[in-house]
């Protein structure tokens, strides 16, 4: 089992900035892809973007796509969300997680961080 911890999410104005972090520990070494994800008030969590655990390979939502960028640091554990010129509708709980498969989707990632909020003001 793979634990995650999300930090940096906070209040941003529209236009501005956010780096999110994820620290991995556990059984790093089983998973092949983090994502990712968010979930807004009474919305259905959506996917947000993924990487290989080897960084090669990364993968947007078509409503992020020019203004996140995902990365990863393999000798920290640690996965990043660059945000830039963030949105109001981009107001949402984050997500990091750990899976198995390079996905989109959430039935492919087993392992879930608790989420950190990022709040964009108009």
């Known amino acids: 089992q793979v634990q995650l911890m999300e930090s940096g999410g906070g209040l941003v104005q529209a236009g501005g900035s956010l780096r999110l972090s994820c620290a991995a520990s556990?059984?790093?070494?089983?998973?092949?892809?983090m994502g990712w994800f968010r979930q807004a008030p009474g919305k259905e969590r959506e996917f947000v973007a993924a990487i290989t655990s080897s960084g090669g390979n990364t993968f947007y939502a078509d409503s992020v796509k020019g203004r996140f960028t995902v990365s990863s640091d393999n000798a920290k554990n640690t996965v990043y969300l660059q945000m830039n010129n963030l949105e109001p509708e981009d107001t949402a709980v984050y997500y990091c997680?750990?899976?198995?498969?390079?996905?989109?989707?959430?039935?492919?990632?087993?392992?879930w961080g608790q989420g950190t909020q990022v709040t964009v003001s108009s």
């Open positions: 556990g059984r790093t070494f089983s998973r092949s892809a």
């Open positions: 997680a750990a899976g198995v498969v390079f996905s989109s989707q959430r039935r492919y990632f087993s392992s």
